[in-house]
């Protein structure tokens, strides 16, 4: 549920719309299971029910990728894996660093998905130097005085930051300078980065409030149903135009993290 903000155009150099781009992991990940279990071809609605999107979608986010599918038959499955791979640049090998090596950092450091879909961890770094030389997942942690040297020797594009928020903007600071182009965010803040480099931001607290406040919408519609009551008057001195700022249901828009 990585969210965040880009800094390059809202399309690629082939045309191929960032939301697209967004979806091609959904469809690949789909794609991945149906040929672990030999399923040579799917058709758009079976594929877009598996990845989550309406098959009208889908069909326009493969005609990007010059992907057509053949009537009666649907997509070939084991093609698109490759060409889905091949457009997020899954076909070459990515080595990854990650800065922070707390509960969170190793946990991210022994995730077994990071190999599997082309990333390589190439170093795990953390300032405290009692972690020095520390082995976590089989990788030697290094200290983050050797940073720009380790991103460096190991051709590092993509940097993960796993640190507290009050260390994250320095650590982001310092990857950009030595060469990352890339970074995915764990620490609880917005990162500042420069046009050209690329900022994901995985936030869970912002995501279980997102969820904490569907269930407590949810609760209060089971409650108001239960009691058989009238739906709640406007607010004290609200107008027929304060309807314009609410969302299309009539709920007030839910607010995007950054």
């Known amino acids: 549920m990585a969210t965040g903000r880009t800094h390059r155009p809202a399309t690629r150099s082939r045309g191929i ?5 967004a979806r091609l992991p959904l469809y690949l990940r789909a794609l ?3 040929s672990e279990r030999s399923v040579p071809t799917v058709s758009s609605e079976e594929l877009a029910a598996a990845a989550g999107v309406n098959s009208a979608k889908l069909r326009k986010d493969f005609s990007y990728l ?7 038959v649907g997509y070939d499955v084991e093609y698109l894996v490759y060409q889905i791979s091949r457009e997020l640049g899954l076909t070459q090998d990515w080595p990854v660093v990650i800065v922070g090596i707390g509960n969170l950092g190793a946990a991210l450091a022994n995730y077994g998905g990071f190999a599997s879909r082309g990333f390589r961890v190439a170093a795990l770094i953390d300032a405290d130097p009692a972690m020095a030389g520390k082995p976590v ?7 983050t005085d050797d940073l720009e040297k380790i991103i460096e020797d190991n051709g590092v594009s993509i940097g993960v930051i796993a640190t507290p928020a009050g260390a994250a ?13 890339s970074i995915l965010n764990f620490a609880p803040t917005v990162l500042s980065v420069p046009d050209g480099v690329d900022v994901r931001k995985v936030d869970l607290s912002i995501e ?6 569907h269930e ?4 209060g519609e089971e409650t108001a149903a239960g009691d058989g009551a009238l739906p709640a008057a406007a607010p004290r001195g609200a107008t027929a135009d304060d309807s314009a700022d609410q969302g299309p249901d009539g709920d007030v828009p839910a607010v995007m993290p950054a």
């Open 66 to 72: 010059g992907s057509y599918g053949t009537r009666g």
């Open 17 to 21: 719309p960032e939301a697209t781009v």
């Open 169 to 181: 903007q320095q650590v982001c600071d310092r990857l950009v300078a030595a060469g990352v182009t």
């Open 32 to 34: 991945t299971a149906l």
């Open 216 to 219: 407590q919408r949810k609760a």
């Open 208 to 213: 279980l409030q997102i969820l904490a406040f």
């Open 137 to 143: 997942a089989g990788i030697p942690v290094q200290h």
